[in-house]
């Protein structure tokens, strides 16, 4: 069975540019979240989608970052403008129940 | 905020020791989780927790699910080099709370 997807790996970007992540859950799960991981961290979540449906995105600092499921499956994050602050792991995970799998994350470097 | 109080922060042991970590939270929940996450890499389920005083094995490693309801401890036997990495406790509610994690160095 495949894993939870994510690309790019890396990124690197100056403060005020934008960035977009993509997420590719575990086939059938339902439910698929994006964490921020800082250094030294537990990941914190960000946004949390049932299918194409938002339920809960009350950590998203909407100013500029937006989450997308079209379609209930792919997830795109995107951060717009980046910030020296958003420096961090920026993990998917997906759950069919009370069980999370997570990405291998994109280390995004804000300089 | 859920709060999630995991314990030690790091620990450094030599090789073949046992290792012991914690994590208590304030709130009652149905499951607790324990993921391992390498440098570089995203934390890896280790071991799903779903009833009270449920002891679970994976391997050299031991996890329990407390009495209380509120508390779970994660055990390894026989350190070896590859267990190097991060562990985080989590609690599976509406959405998945991580405890701060405990850093783990295996000196050979």
């Known amino acids: 069975e495949a894993g939870v997807a994510q690309s790019p790996r890396y990124k690197i970007i100056e403060k005020r540019q934008s960035v977009a992540f993509w997420c590719n859950p575990i086939s059938g799960h339902a439910t698929l979240y994006w964490y921020q991981q800082i250094l030294g961290q537990g990941p914190k979540l960000l946004i949390q989608f049932q299918n194409n449906g938002v339920v809960d995105d009350s950590q998203l600092p909407k100013d500029r970052f937006s989450a997308e499921r079209l379609k209930g499956v792919d997830s795109t994050l995107k951060i717009q403008p980046a910030k020296l602050e958003d420096s961090a792991v920026y993990l998917c995970?997906?759950?069919?129940?009370?069980?999370?799998?997570f990405g291998q994350g994109t280390r995004l470097t804000v300089v | 905020g859920q709060q999630l109080n995991q314990s030690p922060q790091s620990m450094f042991i030599q090789e073949g020791e046992d290792v012991s970590m914690n994590c208590t939270s304030s709130?009652?929940?149905?499951?607790w989780l324990w993921y391992k996450q390498d440098p570089g890499e995203g934390p890896v389920l280790l071991i799903a927790?779903?009833?009270?005083?449920e002891l679970t094995s994976n391997g050299r490693l031991t996890a329990q699910f407390g009495i209380t309801r509120k508390d779970s401890f994660l055990n390894i036997s026989a350190s070896i080099p590859s267990d190097v990495g991060i562990y985080f406790c989590a609690l599976a509610g509406n959405q998945f709370y991580f405890g701060t994690g405990t850093s783990l160095t295996v000196i050979p």
């Open positions: 995970a997906s759950s069919l129940g009370s069980e999370a799998f």
């Open positions: 709130s009652i929940f149905n499951t």
């Open positions: 927790l779903y009833k009270a005083g």
